[in-house]
């Protein structure tokens, strides 16, 4: 349950579609095998934490410190970072699989050393591990991708910490053809052929 808008804003419907996924009349794949990734909306990861089933659980997170993370992410504002990892101890009381902290990299935002040393604690306090995800350029939008040795040496600090992290370096950014980029090119184009 990822790339495909807020899971959590319908947890009912979620619970159906994880029990259809996982009951042995259903498609029968095992609840580990099933990650839910949210933005945050602390109620539901509670009450999700308190279902039985031991699936894994993603958060992107995108920033270590509430200034850096209101920016980049809305939610943060009703449920700031210290309500969010209060929501998570909780559920790692009552599941066995580890929380990935998802972290798409933007240069000059969060891909500084200070968030790398500040998502490592963090990570830590629920041994947690890390997705690193370098932001994917979108012409007309302020962000840019970080250098590839920034990149890296994000990654590296946070393994200086212990942390388990992926730094993801996808194919296809240069040319614009990575997630996000052939999107917002197709709704420009139909845009245009439409006026």
Known sequence: FMGMGEPLANLTQLLRAIELMTAPW????????????????????????DHPQQIRLAISLHGAS?????????????W?????FEALKYWTRRKTQKITLEYILID??????TQAHLLARRAE???A??????????????????????CRAFR????????????????????DAAC??????????SRISRA
Do not use: C, F
Request: hydrophobic content about 35%.
């Open 66 to 78: 509430d200034e850096v993370r209101s920016q980049i992410m809305p939610v943060n504002q009703k």
């Open 108 to 113: 000059g935002i969060n891909a500084d050393l």
């Open 180 to 189: 996000g980029q052939l999107r917002l090119k197709e709704e420009r184009s």
């Open 80 to 84: 700031p970072l210290s309500t969010l």
């Open 26 to 49: 259903g498609l029968g794949i095992g609840a580990r095998h099933l990650t839910v990734s949210t933005s945050g909306l602390v109620p539901q990861i509670r009450k999700l934490a």
């Open 129 to 150: 591990k890390v997705n690193l995800i370098p932001y994917n350029t979108v012409e007309g939008l302020p962000w840019k991708r970080p250098s590839e040795k920034a």
């Open 125 to 127: 306090s629920l041994r």
């Open 156 to 175: 590296d600090t946070l393994a200086e910490h212990g942390i388990s992290a992926t730094l993801r370096l996808e194919k296809g950014h240069d040319i």
